[in-house]
């Protein structure tokens, strides 16, 4: 991709950097479409890397600190932090500034957010599909949004102008962007990223629970399937519990159609009823050749894992 | 891993070539471990790519025709293949051969295999814990077992010596090799490989059912963690179905398990119990760390996924 001619944004501050912020950060430099970037953090730790790895050329300690003459603004923290922060950043920021957010719930956003906009403050809500299990300000990098999507799900607050700004930002460093209502986006979310979310943290737990076998034998054998469900139930624990705490209805509407579907495989072992069993583990096979297609997955085999081993 | 100066076996038959069976088939000549192999296979394609990839060096349509002269035999086709299987080959065994399969199920294998074996024929039941979600004999690789471990489950008609040839035949080719009850090992592997096999298979046929979010929106936005459980959701129906039938008791018992904490976490998010959700997803954590620390996971963030924009 090549440099925009003139930055997008003169400034902008990231409300966070973790890892989802400072890849943001590392993007959006690569492809040189701010004039300058600051962030503010809660932790000291944080914020001496974020300006070691040259990710910041300032982070502050306090919000309202950082969105001073920003005319981008991207929350990065974990929702349930988006009300306090709101508050305590609203009178600080720039006439025309542009707010956005990267949250994986949408609807509660927009219901916390714009009640708290001041006059002149543009909003758009937004939710890249991209991460990894890995946490904080070192685990980012460049390509994170690189062919993945960045949904933006525009509510009452966001004008169209800001709308296209953003669409030409996400863009810019590789993310397709598309738009939908945050309700909506609440309910596809909860069955491709939420409730995958949720058994893998419950099988996990279910495993390390158990008195008849070890934990010792569940990670020797793990290879045969456990270790994939161990990888996002690794993932940041403070942003999940406010993405259920955010989502229930659509999380709780899913995961009832989940249990009445596992009940009936139940049933079908219970009866030794082969058929139905083929059956089901025939037409999901499908499913995966085509998110590959769609370039949302690797084709290799096991993921293209390395085999541990090669790296000792 | 150095060649071995005389060959383990003269002679190993391959009941079934598949992902399994072609790896050994890999393996074993990679390391020189036996003097010939051969293999039967039902379908007249699966002969032709074995012998054409140079797996095998003559590939019978039945088995009993590969098992003359074999002193080392695995079963390497689903487990609801036995019974027949073992009634066709028994009369046409070699006094001194061993006798071995690779079913993830070992109680209900034992239980099927003993009786049908003539005597002066060793068993030892076995099972490498790997795999991947690829199918047929182009499928396999030597390295599948390296680093993995191998489970045997001795029985009554399991000599030492055979136990002992086995242990040596496999970690010749770099699996870590383990002995266990039977029943033990059903345990075992219903949670760190059937329950999760199910659960994948599950939630994959759940996302595909729904009305209200389409299939390409599962598709598009499956990078939030769904496409993780499409893998092994793709895994072959015929070898997973003779799974949950011949393990039925095991499986039910910690699928109970799973339910109910499945239960607890819905409750937790009902009544918005933060605390309780994000002690749960916080212990999970630790989990991962110990299975890469136990050489069993890559350490890289994201399975060391390429991104699949990469191949294009």
Redesign the interface.
Known sequence: MAHLEAPLFKKMALIGIGLIGSSISRAVQKHGLVGEIVCSARTKDTRRVAKEMGLVSAAYEHSKDAVVGADLVILCTPI?TYAKLMEEIAPYLEQGALVTDVG?VKQTVVDLIEPRLPEGVDFVAGHP??????SGPA?GYA?LF????W?LTPSEKSTDAAVEKLTQFCSAFGSNV?QMDPKHHD???A????????????????????Q??T?S???????????????????D??M???V??NN?EA??E??G???E??TA??RA??R?D?DT??E??????A??????D????????????????D??
């Open positions: 349930g994986s599909v991209a991460g990894s299990e890995k685990a390509d690189d062919n993945r999507w949904i598309e309910l596809v979310l069955i491709t990223s939420h409730v995958p979310h949720l058994i893998a943290y419950n099988i996990v737990g279910t495993a390390d629970d158990l008849e076998v934990r034998e569940v990670i020797k054998y793990s290879a045969g399937g456990f270790r994939d469900f161990t990888r996002i139930a690794a993932s624990p403070t999940w519990r406010d259920f705490l229930k999380v709780l899913m995961l159609r989940f249990t579907d596992l495989l139940q072992i219970r030794s082969g069993l083929f089901i583990f025939t037409r999901t096979r499913i995966r050749r085509q998110i590959i769609a370039g949302q997955e690797t084709a290799e085999p096991d993921f293209g894992r390395s085999a541990s081993h790296e000792k």
